[in-house]
C-alpha cells in the first residue's frame, strides 16, 4: 500500500488516513477541529478510532 496521497486526519486524537483532497476523515472531526474542542480520542467512530 503505497499511496502518496494518504495522510493523516487533521484532527488531533483521531487515528485515521485522510485521501484524497479532504484533511478529515469525516464530518465529525471536521466540525471537532474547527470548534477548537482538544480530545484524547475521537468520536469518528472509525475503526482506528474505536
Ligand atoms: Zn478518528
Ligand atoms: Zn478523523
Do not use: L, Q, W
Not at 472531526?29 to 474547527?34: I, L, Q, S, W
Request: aromatic fraction near 4%; glycine fraction near 12%.
Amino acid at each position: 500500500m503505497a499511496d502518496d496521497n494518504a495522510r493523516k486526519c487533521k484532527h488531533g486524537g483521531c487515528s485515521c488516513t485522510v485521501s484524497g483532497d479532504s484533511d478529515y476523515c469525516s464530518e465529525y472531526c471536521e466540525n471537532a477541529h474547527k470548534s477548537g474542542v482538544t480530545e484524547i480520542g475521537c468520536g469518528c467512530e472509525h475503526d482506528p478510532c474505536r
